[in-house]
C-alpha cells in the first residue's frame, strides 16, 4: 500500500505549486487565502481561454457532536453582498461559486469573496473547466458504469480501481482494519457522479452535473449488525431484490433526481477534488428517471426453525431484510442507506389455538403492525424487548437507528457543511419509518412474485409502536403525535422529556443542538426540545387526539431520570389521554404491566376510553426527593434485613410517593360493542377480578370519537349500568369543556362489566 501512496504522491509533484491536474477538462483546486473576513484565491493558473462550468468552494465539515454555529453561512463575492453563494444540493457540502469564479477569471483578477460566518470554515476551491492541457500520467480510473432506476432512484454500480488485492475477510471488523489501512495508503482518494441529460464523455463533461461522492468500499454494509458489526461476517449490498451481493472492488452510489426525464451517469476518480476527466467511464444508454424516494431493496430472506422460533416466538415465519439509500426528507443526506427488518409469521391462526399461543407466531390477514424500536446497542435484530402481539398476527418492523437521534429526528446540518442557523431540526426518523410503512402496505399486492405470497393485507389501523429504553422513548412519541396512524403504543423506561434526562440529555443535543431561539423546527418558533417533549406536546395540544400509551419508568432510574417520567404521567392524566402507567423501584428493568401482548383490539377506526383519577391508583408523587436523613436510615434497615435473610437486596426509594404503583392498572374495556354514532356514545368498562377493591371511581372521557361530537358547551346526559345484574350504578349529566372534551367525572364501577351510555341532552 505504501508504494502505491508514493506513486501517487509522484503523481501530483509536477502539478502542486497550482495544484492543477492538465486534460481536455479537468479539475483544479486552489488553496484560498483567508485573512480575518476577506478570502482571496489566485486564478493565474487557469488558462485564459479556459472554459469554467463549475466551481466550489468546499467548506470543512464539523465533528459529528460539534455545537455549530447559530448564525446562517454568510459568503458573498466582495462588495455584493446582495449576490450570496448558495449551498449546492443535495450534499450541502460546499457553496455555488461558479459565477463568481468566472467573474473574476473573465477579468484576470484573483477571486475575493467576504466571510460573513460558516459551521467551520473554508476548505478549498474546486475548478472544473476545459482548456487545460493533457499529460501521460492518469489519475485511477472506473470502470463498467451501470445505472438502474427504482421508482425516484437511481442505483449507479461501477468497478472501483483496483489499487489493491483483496485479502479474505472473516469478519466486520478484518474489512474494517483493511479499509483504515487503505485510506492511510491512498489519502484523499474519492469516486464522483456525474449526471447529464446527454451521454457523457470527456468533450460533453461540462453539460454534466456533479451529483454524488462516495468512498471507496461502498459495497459493505458496515451498520447491518450495529455493535455486533466486528465479530460479524461482513454483509455486502445487493442493488435488485434478491440479486447477487455486491463483489468486493464494486461501487454503489444511490442518487435522487430532482426532475423526471432521460439520464445518464458517469464516474470520476477524484484525488482530494482534483479530476481528469479524460477516462471517464460512463453508461452508453440512459435511464428514465421519475422523482420519488425509491423504494427498498430486497437483500435476503431468513427463515428460522419453527420449533426454535425468533424472539421468543414460534411457528412458521419469513425474516425479510431490505435496505433503502435514504434521501431528504428521510436524510439530511443523500446516498444513506438503512436497514429495514420485516418478520411475517407464516402459520395461519387455528380458531382455537392450543398449547401456549401467546409463545406463538400467527398469520392474519389483515394483519396488525408493530414498528419496534430498538434500544441503545441494539438493532433492528433486537433490543426492543419482544416481537409484540405475534400471537395476534402482528408483522414486525424494525431498522437500524442512524444516527442516534432516539427515534425522532435531527438537525438537517448534521453531515454537511451547514450551520444551526442554515436549517431546522426536521423529524427525519419518523418520516423514514412511517413512509416504510407506508410501502409495506402495498406489497401484498407489489412485492416481487418470489415474496408476494408471503406478504399479507397490513391493516392500517391497526399500527403499534412499541420499544424500551430508547425505543421507549420513541414508541409514545409516535402514538402521541400521530395518534391517527398509531392505533397504540408501549414503551418500558423511556424518556419523555429529553431536557429533563439526567444521563441522556447530552445525547439529545447531539442530534437537536443545545436549546437556543436559533435551533427550531421546520415552522421556525418551535424549539425541538419542546416539540419533542411529549409533555410540552399534550399540554399544547389538548384537542389532538393520541394512541392508547402504554408505559413504564422506575423511580431509581438515575440515566433515564425520575421527574421528567413523573411529569409525563401526570400529563397523560391531566391532559385525559388513553394510557395504562405504572412505576417502580427496578431502575432501568422497571417494566410495562403489559408483557408481549396486549388482547384490547385497538384500533384508529374506533373511539377509546381515558381513565383518571381512578380512586385505585397510587400516589405517584412530585419527584421530592426524600431527605437524606430518611434514606440514610431506610438503608440501614434493609441492610440488617438482608443480613438476617429476610430481604435479598437493598433497594431504597429516593423520592416521594409510593414506591411502585400504577394509573389505570385495574381498568380495562371491550373493543367489540363500543357504541360511536351521531346520537350515542357506549363503552363497556371492565374493572378487573383481581382488583384489590370490588368496586372504584374514576373519570371517564372518551376520545378518538368517530361519529359521535362533543362540541365545548354542549350538554349530556349518561347512565352507568352494572352490566352483569342490570343495576343502574349511576346517572348525570355533563358538559363539554374549552377544549370539545367531555368528562364523567367519578363514575362507579363494579367488578366485570360496568355499562356506559351517553347522550346528548334533549
Request: charged share 20%; glycine share 8%; net charge neutral.
Amino acid at each position: 500500500m505504501r508504494a502505491l501512496g508514493r506513486l501517487l504522491a509522484a503523481f501530483l509533484l509536477p502539478c502542486a505549486s497550482a495544484h492543477l491536474v492538465f486534460g481536455a477538462a479537468c479539475t483544479a483546486t486552489f488553496k484560498p487565502d483567508i485573512k480575518g473576513g476577506a478570502l482571496t484565491v489566485d486564478l493565474s493558473g487557469i488558462p485564459k481561454d479556459a472554459a469554467i462550468f463549475r466551481a466550489e468552494l468546499m467548506l470543512r465539515l464539523p465533528g459529528p457532536h460539534t455545537q455549530r454555529s447559530l448564525a446562517p453561512t454568510q459568503v458573498h463575492p466582495e462588495g455584493q453582498p446582495d449576490k450570496p453563494l448558495k449551498f449546492i444540493a443535495p450534499r450541502f457540502v460546499s457553496l455555488d461559486a461558479l459565477e463568481a469564479v468566472q467573474a473574476a477569471h473573465n477579468a484576470g483578477r484573483p477571486l475575493a469573496l467576504k466571510i460573513g460566518s460558516t459551521a467551520a470554515g473554508v476548505s478549498h476551491l474546486e475548478v472544473s473547466y476545459v482548456g487545460g492541457k493533457p499529460r501521460p500520467d492518469k489519475l485511477p480510473a472506473a470502470a463498467n458504469v451501470r445505472a438502474a432506476h427504482r421508482k425516484g432512484q437511481t442505483l449507479i454500480t461501477f468497478t472501483e480501481p483496483k489499487l489493491e488485492a483483496f485479502p479474505e475477510f472473516k469478519t466486520g471488523g478484518d474489512v474494517k482494519a483493511f479499509v483504515a489501512e487503505f485510506a492511510k495508503s491512498h489519502p484523499g482518494l474519492a469516486l464522483r457522479i456525474w449526471r447529464s441529460a446527454e451521454r457523457i464523455t470527456p468533450d460533453s463533461i461540462p453539460e454534466a452535473k456533479l451529483v454524488g461522492e462516495c468512498a471507496f468500499f461502498s459495497c459493505w454494509n458496515a451498520t447491518y449488525h450495529q455493535d455486533e458489526t466486528a465479530r460479524k461476517p461482513p454483509v455486502l449490498y445487493r442493488v435488485s431484490d434478491l440479486g447477487e451481493p455486491l463483489a468486493w472492488g464494486t461501487g454503489v452510489y444511490a442518487h435522487n433526481p430532482a426532475e423526471a426525464g432521460k439520464a445518464f451517469y458517469a464516474v470520476s476518480v477524484a484525488l482530494n477534488g482534483e479530476e481528469d476527466f479524460s477516462q471517464l467511464s460512463a453508461t452508453t444508454e440512459p435511464v428514465e428517471e421519475v422523482v420519488g424516494q425509491g423504494e427498498p431493496v430486497l437483500q435476503w430472506i431468513e427463515e428460522p426453525d419453527p420449533k426454535d422460533g425468533w424472539m421468543y416466538r414460534r411457528g412458521k415465519m419469513a425474516r425479510l431484510i431490505y435496505t433503502r439509500w435514504e434521501a431528504w426528507p428521510h436524510s439530511s443526506v443523500p446516498n444513506n442507506p438503512i436497514d429495514y427488518l420485516v418478520v411475517l409469521p407464516l402459520q395461519p391462526k387455528p380458531d382455537r389455538p392450543g398449547g401456549e399461543p401467546e409463545y406463538n407466531s400467527f398469520r392474519v390477514d389483515p394483519a396488525p403492525v408493530g414498528l419496534h424500536l430498538h434500544c441503545w446497542g441494539g438493532s433492528l435484530n433486537g433490543g426492543y424487548g419482544w416481537w409484540y402481539n405475534a400471537h395476534r398476527g402482528a408483522v414486525l418492523i424494525a431498522s437500524n437507528q442512524i444516527p442516534y437521534d432516539w427515534w425522532t429526528g435531527y438537525h438537517e446540518a448534521l453531515r454537511t457543511a451547514k450551520s444551526f442557523g442554515d436549517g431546522h431540526v426536521q423529524p427525519f426518523t419518523m418520516n423514514r419509518m412511517l413512509d416504510f410503512l407506508d410501502w409495506a402496505a402495498k406489497q401484498h399486492a407489489e412485492a416481487p412474485d418470489k415474496v408476494r405470497a408471503l406478504w399479507p393485507k397490513l391493516d392500517l389501523t391497526r399500527v403499534f409502536t412499541a420499544g424500551n429504553s430508547m425505543g421507549a422513548s420513541g414508541a409514545p412519541m409516535y402514538a402521541i403525535r400521530y395518534g391517527d396512524r398509531i392505533a397504540w403504543a408501549i414503551g418500558w423506561v423511556g424518556v419523555h422529556v429529553p431536557e429533563l434526562s439526567p444521563g441522556f440529555r447530552g445525547s439529545y443535543e447531539n442530534s437537536y443542538g443545545k436549546r437556543d431561539p436559533a435551533i427550531t423546527m421546520p415552522d421556525g418558533k418551535t424549539s425541538p426540545w419542546d416539540y419533542f417533549s411529549d409533555v410540552w406536546w399534550m399540554k399544547q395540544n389538548p384537542k389532538a387526539e393520541t394512541g392508547l400509551i402504554i408505559a413504564s419508568n422506575g423511580k431509581n432510574d438515575g440515566g433515564i431520570g425520575w421527574p421528567q417520567a413523573v411529569q409525563f404521567a401526570r400529563a397523560l392524566q391531566e391532559t385525559r389521554r388513553p394510557h395504562i402507567y405504572n412505576w417502580g423501584l427496578g431502575g432501568h428493568g422497571t417494566r410495562t404491566l403489559m408483557g408481549s401482548n396486549l388482547d384490547l383490539d385497538v384500533r384508529t377506526d374506533q373511539s377509546l376510553p381515558a381513565f383518571s383519577s381512578c380512586s385505585l391508583d397510587g400516589n405517584i408523587g412530585t419527584a421530592t426527593p426524600r431527605p437524606k436523613e430518611e434514606i440514610e436510615a431506610e438503608r440501614k434497615r434493609q441492610q440488617e434485613e438482608v443480613a438476617a435473610k429476610k430481604r435479598q437486596e437493598v433497594i431504597v426509594d429516593p423520592f416521594d410517593g409510593d414506591p411502585q404503583g400504577a394509573y389505570n392498572a385495574w381498568l380495562r374495556w371491550h373493543t367489540d360493542d363500543i357504541v360511536d354514532t351521531a346520537d350515542a356514545w357506549e363503552l363497556t368498562v371492565i374493572l378487573l377480578d383481581k382488583a384489590p377493591k370490588d368496586a372504584c371511581t374514576v373519570d371517564l372521557t372518551p376520545r378518538r370519537l368517530q361519529k359521535f361530537r362533543t362540541p365545548s358547551g354542549a350538554k349530556f346526559t349518561y347512565t352507568v349500568t352494572d352490566a352483569n345484574g342490570g343495576k343502574q350504578l349511576a346517572a348525570g349529566s355533563a358538559t363539554a369543556d374549552e377544549f370539545d372534551l367531555l368528562t364523567l367525572k367519578q363514575i362507579p364501577l363494579v367488578k366485570g362489566d360496568n355499562r356506559v351510555k351517553v347522550l346528548p341532552s334533549r
